[in-house]
Structure formats: C-alpha cells, structure tokens
C-alpha cells in the first residue's frame, strides 16, 4: 500500500521558515516525480514544485523561485520542501504526489494534479503577518 505523509507544517510569521517533509513508502518511486502542490480555502489547487525521483532534476513554479527548494533524501524516500521568506499568501494546505513524469526536461505536465497518482493527506501551513 502505497503512503504519502507529509509533516513540517505550522503557525509561522511574516519571513519565517519552514520545511515540509515527505515520507513515502509501499513502493518504488525511482522512475517517479514528487510534487508539492498547495489549496487554500476556495481557491484550486496549484503545482509548486517537483523533484525526479532518478536525478534530482527540479521544477518550480513562478511564484516560489528563489524562496522554495525541493530536495530528496533517497535512503530515507523522503522529499523536502524548504520554504523561506514566507507570507501570507503561502497560507495553504500543502499536499504531497508522486507520479510518472517522461524522461528529459521538466516542463507543464508536471504541474499538473492529474499526472500525480499518489497524494498526501496536507499539512496546513498558516502565515500570519
């Protein structure tokens, strides 16, 4: 049985830091991608960043380069999400996914939710300012 748990999330302010966590477990991910996307309340969810499982090759979206890192730990299979100058605007529920993603250059597919075949179950992340 395939499980995603995600863990790191909180109450921080304005500038603070954060990493999420993301344990995965119940099967081979190697020819994988591990996302984070993130939903706040009445909004859809949206991509954030992802990692190839294989090689480490990244992928953000526009609005977290520079404040986002995605890294993995292969002999823990688990995926980090470091996540600095935080602001309001982070507030959201963070969800974990794996999916298969093509060899080669990242690029939109992985920003969407119906490549992902696994998904968390959140870490609510709450920016106060």
């Known amino acids: 049985q395939v499980q995603l748990v995600e863990s790191g999330g909180g109450l921080v302010q304005a500038g603070d830091s954060l990493r999420l966590s993301c344990a995965a477990s119940?099967?081979?991910?190697?020819?994988?991608?591990m996302g984070w996307f993130r939903q706040a309340p009445g909004k859809v969810r949206e991509f954030v960043a992802a990692i190839r499982w294989s090689d480490g090759t990244t992928y953000y979206a526009d609005f977290v380069k520079g404040r986002f890192a995605i890294t993995r730990d292969n002999a823990k299979n688990t995926v980090y999400l470091q996540m600095n100058s935080l602001a309001p605007e982070d507030t959201a529920t963070y969800y974990c996914?794996?999916?298969?993603?093509?060899?080669?250059?990242?690029?939109?597919?992985?920003?969407?939710?119906?490549?992902?075949?696994?998904w968390g179950q959140g870490t609510q992340v709450t920016v106060s300012s």
């Open positions: 996914a794996a999916g298969g993603v093509p060899p080669g250059p990242p690029g939109s597919r992985w920003r969407a939710p119906g490549v992902y075949d696994y």
């Open positions: 119940g099967r081979t991910f190697s020819s994988y991608a």
